[in-house]
């Protein structure tokens, strides 16, 4: 199945920076990838996805990037605020099973005032 | 409130008892999944319907699980003879099927279970 990586597992910005968080993905096949972000005791929410067929997607402050070759993606948030906090998942399926999601283990993003 | 809800958020059980979930979807969605989320983790895949058709299990989904969505509209998730190791969020998610896809997925607010 597929396998993804999410890196790193914390990150501490100041307000104003930017925050970037990468993930790799193991399937070639995969062609979805969405990014959830899970505020503390809430669900996750999908804030963004990117398909096979774009190399990048933006809205507002938040862009994704996609690499196929390499087998991975980005997420990178600009002018960071304090309710960028948060904990972010990546996720891919396959073109296959475009059902399941298979997510990385998180990012918690800090942001400090 | 016209997203995914799940019903009830939080349940304690003892081990050995027997557990039952509810999941009602955003409406017009006809594809429901059942993810498991521990401490520290991602959502973890178990299954998914569309419509009434459960079509796909995760080797997560051992023979004490079982889920039904006998109606095409909401869902249940029973777990029988409940072990400490199934303590998690489960988390239910939908989407709407369309020719062409893969389709974002929605997800509800979860059901925390502790298991003692």
């Known amino acids: 199945g597929e396998n993804v990586e999410q890196h790193p597992s914390t990150l501490s910005v100041q307000e104003g920076d930017s925050a970037v968080i990468k993930c790799t993905y193991s399937?070639?096949?995969?062609?979805?990838f969405p990014w959830y972000k899970q505020e503390l005791g809430k669900r996750p929410q999908l804030i963004i996805d990117?398909?096979?067929?774009?190399g990048e997607k933006k809205d507002q402050r938040i862009a994704v990037t996609l690499n196929k070759t390499a087998k991975h993606f980005s997420l990178h948030i600009t002018e960071t605020q304090p309710e960028d906090s948060a904990v972010y998942f990546c996720?891919?399926?396959?073109?296959?099973?475009?059902?399941?999601?298979?997510f990385g283990a998180g990012t918690t993003v800090t942001v400090r005032a | 409130d016209t997203g995914v809800s799940q019903n009830p958020r939080h349940k304690i059980t003892k081990r050995g008892q027997n557990v039952t979930f509810r999941c009602d979807p955003i409406s017009e969605h006809n594809r429901l999944y059942w993810y498991r989320q521990t401490l520290g983790q991602g959502p973890e895949f178990l299954t998914y319907?569309?419509?009434?058709?459960?079509?796909?299990k995760s080797r997560l989904l051992s023979d004490r699980f079982s889920a039904e969505r006998p109606k095409g509209s909401f869902s249940t998730l029973e777990i029988q003879r409940t072990e400490q190791g199934d303590s998690a969020m489960y988390l239910c998610?939908?989407?709407?099927?369309?020719?062409?896809?893969?389709?974002?997925?929605?997800f509800g607010p979860g059901t925390r279970l502790t298991v003692t």
């Open positions: 399937d070639s096949a995969s062609n979805y």
């Open positions: 998610a939908s989407s709407l099927a369309r020719p062409v896809g893969p389709y974002e997925q929605y």
């Open positions: 990117i398909r096979s067929n774009v």
């Open positions: 319907f569309q419509n009434e058709a459960q079509l796909e």
């Open positions: 996720a891919a399926s396959l073109r296959s099973n475009d059902y399941k999601l298979s």
